[in-house]
């Protein structure tokens, strides 16, 4: 499975993006799929996830509320829509899939896109 993020950008404080995530080489079903960021100098973090079925999703304390999830099996993608951006946002975001169930946890996944990268001027 290749995963391609894309859809990140400069956007003002406030603003919102839309990111997206395609498969390509495989069906990622029945995968949950994860959206996670990093910014300069830290870790990367988990940001949002959604089972298979897109029945089930999970978010950051940070951006609940702000951050939608969603999956189009038929398109094979997942998107990331995010609203209210803010300067503390900036980062480059990374999709992945994962075999087993929704999870925050990293190492679960199993194939990561290469990133993109959100950019929020204050």
């Known amino acids: 499975v290749q995963l391609q993020a894309s859809g990140g950008g400069l956007v003002q404080a406030g603003g919102s993006l839309s990111l997206s995530c395609t498969a390509s080489g495989r069906s990622f079903s029945p995968y949950a799929m994860g959206w996670f960021r990093q910014a300069p100098g830290k870790e990367r973090e988990f940001v949002s996830a959604i089972t298979w079925s897109g029945g089930s999703t999970i978010y950051a304390d940070s951006v609940k509320g702000r951050f939608t999830i969603s999956r189009d099996h038929a398109k094979n993608m997942v998107y990331l829509q995010m609203n209210s951006l803010k300067p503390e946002d900036t980062a480059v975001y990374y999709c992945?899939?994962?075999?087993?169930?929704?999870?925050?946890?990293?190492?679960?996944?199993?194939?990561w896109g290469q990133g993109t990268q959100v950019t929020v001027s204050s």
């Open positions: 992945a899939a994962n075999p087993y169930s929704l999870t925050n946890y990293p190492k679960s996944y199993h194939y």
